[in-house]
């Protein structure tokens, strides 16, 4: 059984194609994303897989128009951040129309071969692997032989009936006027990711949907006053807007000064509301602490961010020698972090479900009233 889901994707294809293998296992193939506009669509189709289970067997960009790429490009730039792991890229690029002989949509068919070099992805692995120095074969049909067959997990077996080689020779001619015609040369990747870095309605959505696309470039943000307070014993880390690696080189620095490999303290006021782009997992690998302040009630830009919040919770499984997000089983007591807010709002309030707090194992606290404010005692 194959079962396609045909994702929106306004004037462009979008296919989410799925059929089983062993037991319970699932094998996918996204063939094609989209234009730029509809490419939330695919993201968040992605984004509803459990994360161990984000993978596909191949990704398919079946050409380079604009409503076919756009959402191929956005998706290798969400990739990590989505824990997208993609076993083989099946994509006609300058490399393989070039390939004998020595469009609209080009330039971003440039990009997408700069991604997947970058990134390191299987490259028309299927379709023969390519000798030390040369580039991946093309997919197509040659003039003589059989239709070039593909077997793929689960028992799945794809054959191909197009492009030939006539197709791809006029492909080259018009990749080659409309790359040219942006005053580039064409294969050269470092130019297209510059180029792609330029075109923001080609970046993907990771910093947007999950918080975690970007670091902090704020220049006030990064000269937050930051500062350890103790008192009594008791360590309270207090950090503005502070960047995430801004903060862990003076975290590291203190540490020479201390000693040990964390720095231990009572409770952390998380640095820019919450934001992914300030809390990382550099800064919080440089902590021991299961306390965690968060200001703000996510007016205007939506803090805090939700990877924000599972990335301090999974550092909180780290120190307990815990893999996250379940390791300790669904019966663990909770409490073993906590996160405190001084507004119950739209963004707070999804970490007050009790079913969250038990499967992740914190506890989350609140204040009595709208109005009130939240008093930490330290």
């Given at each position: 059984m194959i079962t396609v889901e045909m994702l929106p994707a306004a004037h462009g294809d979008a296919l989410w194609v799925e059929w089983p293998g062993k037991g319970s296992d699932v094998h996918r193939m996204l063939v094609d994303a989209g234009p730029s506009a509809t490419y939330e669509a695919v993201f968040e189709r992605v984004r509803r897989l459990p994360p161990r289970s984000r993978h596909l067997d191949v990704l398919v960009a079946t050409h380079v128009d604009a409503d076919h790429i756009e959402g191929v490009i956005r998706l290798l730039q969400d990739r990590v951040a989505l824990k997208l792991a993609i076993d083989d890229v099946w994509f006609n690029g300058w490399p393989q129309i070039s390939e004998p002989a020595g469009l609209l949509g080009a330039d971003q068919g440039e990009m997408l071969q700069a991604l997947i070099g970058s990134q390191q992805l299987c490259w028309n692995a299927a379709f023969g692997r390519a000798a030390p120095g040369k580039p991946p074969h093309a997919v197509c049909l040659r003039a003589q032989g059989a239709a070039p067959a593909v077997d793929l997990p689960g028992g799945a077996r794809?054959?191909?009936?197009?492009?030939?080689?006539?197709?791809?020779?006029?492909?080259?001619?018009?990749?080659?006027?409309?790359?040219?015609?942006?005053?580039?040369?064409?294969?050269?990747?470092?130019?297209?990711?510059?180029?792609?870095?330029?075109?923001?309605?080609?970046?993907?959505l990771a910093a947007d949907l999950l918080g975690g696309g970007r670091l902090d470039a704020s220049v006030p943000n990064g000269s937050s006053i930051a500062f350890l307070l103790e008192h009594d014993g008791k360590r309270l880390l207090l950090t503005g807007d502070g960047h995430g690696e801004v903060l862990a080189r003076g975290v590291d620095r203190l540490l020479k000064q201390l000693g040990g490999t964390r720095l231990t303290v009572d409770a952390l006021k998380v640095p820019h509301h919450g934001s992914a782009a300030n809390v990382t997992d550099v800064l919080l690998s440089r902590l021991d602490t299961r306390r965690f302040l968060v200001s703000t009630n996510g007016d205007k830009f939506n803090h805090p961010d939700p990877e924000a919040i599972d990335r301090m919770l999974a550092a909180v499984d780290r120190l307990d020698g815990a893999d996250p997000p379940h390791a300790a089983g669904p019966d663990a007591d909770t409490g073993r972090a906590e996160l405190v807010f001084n507004y119950r709002s739209r963004t707070t309030e999804p970490w007050a479900d009790p079913a969250r707090q038990r499967a992740r194992h914190y506890t989350a606290v609140y204040p009595a009233t709208a109005a009130a404010g939240t008093t930490v005692e330290v």
């Open positions: 794809a054959t191909l009936v197009g492009p030939g080689r006539p197709e791809l020779d006029k492909l080259l001619k018009e990749w080659d006027r409309v790359v040219r015609g942006l005053g580039v040369t064409p294969g050269k990747p470092d130019e297209a990711l510059d180029r792609l870095a330029h075109r923001r309605s080609l970046r993907g």
